[in-house]
């Protein structure tokens, strides 16, 4: 290659590298204008309490009797959070983690029992609340807080349920299992979420010791056609048996998953076919063509 062709190439690589460079600096300016709107979105929500909690039953599948609510909170659709798996994205990654979790459990604890007013069972219902596993070895929380909050709306803390997903990854087993053992010496329970998604599965469960396992809705769509969810939520019943622990299946929307999961002596059930999410506290049903079936099927 002759000094001019060297040059005039040179000349353009250099022009293209700055091209791109200038492209990579202008992605990143939209990408941190970005951040800060949904920064300053989430700071307004919680400053005005712009949240809608919905309450979703879980069902005891055997007797049909409403054990307790899944608190469900959800922003409004807005140009930075066109939808809510966007929005709890966006708070996991931000540094408002913390805040906006405090946020959350305090909003759904007063909404609950304002909205579940003088119902019957409402003494033995859990409430279970989604809580980032990181929140609680937060050194700024403080679970006497929670206590006071409790004591101040009349719940007992063997109502709540701490529900931990999955698709927070959990590094340090041991100091984990310490934090919630100091939280269980107090009356509360632990769920894990989204179990057979794909994550740290069996590490999770052996280490922490749930008193429920939540199983993932795709674990549950159309397991009735399908061997291999059919066999891994066998193996989870199994497990769950010799630990004592609850598997709650979560994601029920046909009829045909949900008397399977009956047949197979899943203990709790959650989804649409139970029971939607509502503002109100109302209790789910198990279809009377299930129920039916299942006492012939134990009377038999």
Do not use: W
Request: with cysteine.
């Amino acid at each position: 290659m002759d000094s001019q062709n060297h040059n005039q190439l040179f000349s353009v690589l250099r022009k293209s590298s700055f091209y791109s460079y200038l492209i990579y600096l202008n992605n990143r300016r939209k990408k941190d204008i970005l951040y800060y709107k949904r920064l300053r979105e989430l700071q307004k929500i919680v400053k005005n309490n712009a949240l809608d909690t919905f309450f979703q039953p879980v069902l005891n599948l055997h007797s049909g009797e409403t054990i307790g609510y899944e608190a469900l909170n959800r922003p409004a659709v807005t140009n930075e959070f066109p939808n809510t798996e966007i929005f709890y994205d966006f708070v996991g990654q931000s540094n408002q983690v913390f805040l906006f979790e405090c946020f959350c459990r305090n909003i759904s604890l007063k909404r609950y029992m304002e909205r579940l007013k003088d119902q019957l069972h409402k003494k033995n219902s859990l409430l279970f609340i989604n809580i980032h596993p990181h929140v609680l070895l937060d050194s700024n929380y403080h679970s006497g807080e929670t206590l006071q909050l409790l004591s101040d709306l009349g719940i007992e803390p063997k109502q709540v349920v701490f529900e931990l997903t999955e698709k927070s990854a959990v590094t340090d087993f041991p100091l984990f299992e310490k934090v919630l053992s100091n939280y269980r010496a107090q009356g509360f329970r632990i769920a894990i979420d989204d179990v057979g998604s794909g994550y740290n599965s069996l590490k999770t469960l052996i280490y922490l010791k749930p008193e429920f396992i939540k199983l993932d809705k795709s674990l549950i769509q159309n397991i009735d056609q399908r061997i291999e969810q059919q066999q891994l939520v066998e193996l989870i019943l199994d497990y769950a048996k010799l630990s004592s622990t609850k598997i709650i299946a979560e994601g029920i929307e046909r009829h045909e998953d949900l008397a399977f999961l009956m047949e197979q002596g899943v203990h709790y059930g959650q989804g649409y076919a139970l029971g939607k999410p509502h503002q109100e506290v109302k209790p789910g049903r198990i279809p009377p063509c299930l129920m039916k079936k299942e006492k012939l099927s134990i009377i038999i």
